[in-house]
């Protein structure tokens, strides 16, 4: 085996078993066809017997019967025997068409309904002399060849041994009908079939496993051609790790542009920070605008500091927003209560005194934990 060969040890995927499904690359055993047709003549050689035997056997008899009607030239012989030829052809033709339509399905039946137009296509390769050299000597070809030779011994093997001992003997055939003829060389081509059916069953059956198992093996992969069809597929991780990347840091920077423009920064108060955006006259409800854990959350309260916006500290809030809502999103109807009272609590402050920025040890609590800050019933219904 090659040494390519051998770096192949990964089995195909479905990808390249589709792949080669449709190019056509389908394994199929020549010996199970082989099989069922003779299943398929030995049916229908049963089934139509008499009729076979009978309509022929009749025909022959009335060709004999006219016989010294033909014509003794030779033109007259050829179209006797072109009569006679396509009248069998006329009996025979169901018998056979039931043949072939077995063989069709046999050969559908280990496939599927598979139609392809890349074997049609032109292939320089078959003419090139190197390539055709090297085939002589591929191992299927060697294999092939001794299939054949199998084959070939078995043929050979189960019609001496059926032939020799039930052909009847000729002194016996000379003196009857000729229709007894056709009935006792009918049975015996009858035995005969059955028994290449019996014979060819076990090489069949090998040789499908086989077929099965050098197609997978010629389809098997090196892990490189793994990965990079799962790149293909998938996208390649750094490629997509990157874009995630981008795709995050752009979040981040919309996020910190919307900053100045909220209402109110909601903090855990270090841990998680939610930034919120209401206007009463053209918004049902606050939106969500910015939110971040950590140094993100850090970064959105120093640019609330820097512009002027009011940050509140509830835990459970801030905590329950930044799980809850995503950006550029309202905030649910559940939280509608608590953030009224926040929001109310900040329009107050900003009536009453205006708001400067404050800081942290002086940071204003959310409503609802400062006891000496209640918050106006009327915030409830602010949205």
């Known amino acids: 085996m090659s040494e390519d060969d051998d770096s192949k040890t990964e089995e195909p995927t479905e990808k390249r078993l589709s792949k080669a499904r449709d190019d056509g690359n389908i394994p199929v055993s020549q010996e199970i066809k082989s099989l069922l047709t003779l299943i398929a003549a030995l049916v229908i050689l049963s089934l139509v017997s008499p009729y076979v035997v009978r309509h022929v056997g009749n025909l022959l008899k009335a060709y004999m019967e006219h016989m010294h009607e ?3 030239d030779l033109e007259g012989m050829r179209a006797a025997l072109l ?9 025979l033709a169901i018998p056979v068409a039931l043949m072939v339509l077995l063989a069709i399905v046999s050969n559908v039946g280990q496939t599927g309904l598979v139609f392809t137009t890349k074997k049609l296509g032109p292939n320089w390769d078959r003419l090139n002399p190197v390539s055709g050299a090297k085939k002589l000597f591929d191992k299927q070809k060697l294999i092939d060849l001794l299939k054949s030779i199998l084959k070939i011994s078995l043929v050979g093997t189960v019609a001496v041994s059926v032939i020799i ?17 056709l009935d006792e060389l009918y049975w015996l081509l009858v035995m005969l079939t059955f028994t290449f059916c019996t014979a060819f069953s076990l090489l069949a059956v090998a040789d499908w496993l086989w077929t099965r198992w050098t197609h997978k093996q010629k389809l098997k992969m090196t892990r490189q051609e793994v990965k990079d069809e799962h790149k293909q597929s998938e996208g390649d991780p750094l490629v997509k790790g990157r874009i995630r990347s981008l795709r995050m840091k752009r979040v981040r920077e919309r996020m910190m542009q919307a900053v100045p423009t909220a209402s109110v920064v909601i903090t855990n108060p270090t841990h998680f920070a939610v930034a919120l955006k209401y206007d009463m006259d053209t918004m049902p409800a606050p939106k969500l605008v910015a939110k971040g854990v950590d140094f993100l959350a850090q970064k959105i309260r120093e640019s609330a500091e820097e512009n002027d ?6 835990p459970p809030l801030a905590r329950a927003l930044y799980a809850a809502v995503e950006l550029d999103q309202d905030i649910p109807p559940d939280h509608y209560k608590a953030v009224a009272e926040v929001i109310g609590f900040v329009m107050r402050q900003r009536q009453s005194s205006g708001w400067k920025p404050t800081p942290k040890k002086d940071r204003t609590p959310s409503p609802g934990r400062d006891q000496s800050q209640a918050p106006d019933q009327r915030d409830a219904g602010l949205f």
């Open 165 to 181: 001992p039930n052909f009847p003997h000729p002194d016996i055939l000379l003196g009857q009908d000729f229709s007894y003829v």
């Open 309 to 314: 916006v009011p940050i509140v500290e509830n």
């Open 83 to 91: 009569g006679l030829g396509l009248d069998i052809a006329k009996i």
């Open 70 to 72: 033909i014509p003794g």
